[in-house]
């Protein structure tokens, strides 16, 4: 069955970098759009950045652009967000998903930015 597990999250001060890491399986990984959203609490889900499925068009959220990048590698069917200069209000549960004919989700990971 499909299935995408996060992995990278956790605490840092603000400045800080983190690389979130979505390792997936039971599809054609190479043939699915990915994404990464975020839900602060009290908040709606929000996409933070999406890849092409061979790697060659990225979009981003204004508020992370020049900071976050997202990136894949297609032989370990892996999605990766590299995250720096980090700031309390990247404070979410980080998500992966991704879109092949239906959107897949994974569980979520904890990013807390603070000092």
């Known amino acids: 069955q499909v299935q995408l597990v996060e992995s990278g999250g956790g605490l840092v001060q603000p400045g800080g970098s983190l690389r979130l890491s979505c390792a997936a399986s039971g599809f054609p990984f190479s043939n699915a759009v990915m994404s990464w959203y975020r839900q602060a609490p009290g908040k709606e889900r929000e996409l933070v950045a999406r890849?092409?499925?061979?790697?060659?068009?990225?979009i981003y959220l204004e508020s992370v652009k020049g900071r976050f990048t997202i990136s894949r590698d297609n032989a370990k069917n892996t999605v990766y967000l590299q995250m720096n200069s980090l700031k309390p209000e990247d404070t979410a549960v980080y998500y992966c998903?991704?879109?092949?004919?239906?959107?897949?989700w994974g569980q979520g990971t904890q990013v807390t930015v603070s000092s």
């Open positions: 890849i092409s499925s061979a790697g060659g068009s990225t």
């Open positions: 998903k991704a879109l092949l004919f239906r959107e897949y």
